[in-house]
């Protein structure tokens, strides 16, 4: 068992409930055994006792959108928008391999832990022919990590010729595409309530995939009972792309591809007007917002305060480090604040708002909100306990106010499942240089094969 006392706690629960000085008690289960204020009860066998003095736990951070290979190019394309960016990268990702995968995955994955996230999600929607086992490769990095993982099963197959996007080397058969995405869900999926891995079904973009392939994910997706994720109302050209040739708004289509729904939760959701709003809140489908992404590429601002309005779920996500360097997701929930307040001013969004995106309103859109998201007793014990008593954040009393507002916080400790990720600000099952280095090798490999 393990025994945090001494310590600032903020559950997330329905009610918000808080504990300026209050203890987390975790059972050998990996669940969460007690939390509340002042010390814990008495507890007996072999305990282990953290002092977090200074300190903040909240529940652990779920990254609900993110494309982990990304990692492997990196500050490329820095002043162009989504679809020039896209343009420039595809020639380089359709030379990706598991090694390069595998590394870029390893850096994504211990740079989030680092941030304070206990759980991430992957789009992978790369398939190179003679690539090996991309997937394989992401999913044995996030092992070494030991995050919980969530990684979906993307796919393109509209290509240039089509009318698409992509080249026409970096896309799948459609037919095939669906059998591998099968095969993955068959191979990895955990529907377990404790699940360290689950798949979804990822179709990767209105632009890159067609209206078959949308709408067999989704009865693919719907008769194995696991989700479906895809981009969605990015940028205005997609708009554009979208009303030229279906002759409707993003979220129209994807309501005829049968792609609204309470399994559905949407990348991006930047241009909505106020029926697309309405839908999305009455179907129950998800947003993961990324606002750093969408300030990188110059999309535009997501109308949060409108989703949580209509009772939309939305969660917080990175999204590929190849278009926001920084892929850390603690910082995503002060660019969470700030966006929405640049949008609707002070009170467009709360400290406790940002934090309650960046956990509950994850887990939420990952289909784990009755195991994953808050503190409560008999939930996951997947939580992270931020230091804040450092220059950076001494003298804001009001601790959820210095997590949120202030710089970065240092992960003093991480659990996943009770089991230690993070302590004292570095990886406990990787080494960080060892990652560095192996990241590192990769981006190199990647950028010569691609001369
Ligand atoms: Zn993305």
Known sequence: MILIENVAVATVDAAGTEHGDGHVVIGDDGRIVAVGAGHAGRYHGPLRRIDGTGCLVTPGLINTHHHLYQWATRGLALDDTLFGWLTTLYPIWGRLDA????????????????????????????????????????????????????????????????????????????????????????????????????????????????SKLMSEAAVLARRKGVRLHTHLAETDDEEDFCRERFGCTPVEYAERLGWLGDDVWLAHGVHLDDSAIARLGETGTGVAHCPSSNARLGAGTARVRELLDHSVPVGLGVDGAASQEASHLGSELRQALFTARLRGGPKAMTAREALAIGTMGGARCLGRQHDLGSLERGKLADLVMWRLDGLGHEGIDDKVAALVFGPPATVELALVGGRPVVERGALVNADEAALTRAARRAHRRLMKKSD
């Open 99 to 210: 090694e390069v995968v595998g590394a870029a995955a390893g850096a994504g994955l211990g740079w989030l832990a680092l941030s304070g996230c206990t759980t991430s999600m992957d789009h992978h929607y790369v398939f190179p022919r003679d690539g090996g086992d991309v997937l394989e490769a992401e999913i044995e990095a996030a092992r070494g990590i030991g995050l919980r993982f969530h990684p979906t099963r993307g796919s393109m197959d509209l290509s240039r010729k089509d009318g698409g996007l992509p080249p026409d080397n970096i896309v799948e058969d459609t037919d095939a595409a669906l059998a591998a995405t099968e095969a993955a869900i068959d191979r990895w999926h955990d529907p377990a309530p404790d699940a360290m891995l689950q798949i979804a079904v990822a179709p990767c973009s209105p632009f890159s995939v067609t």
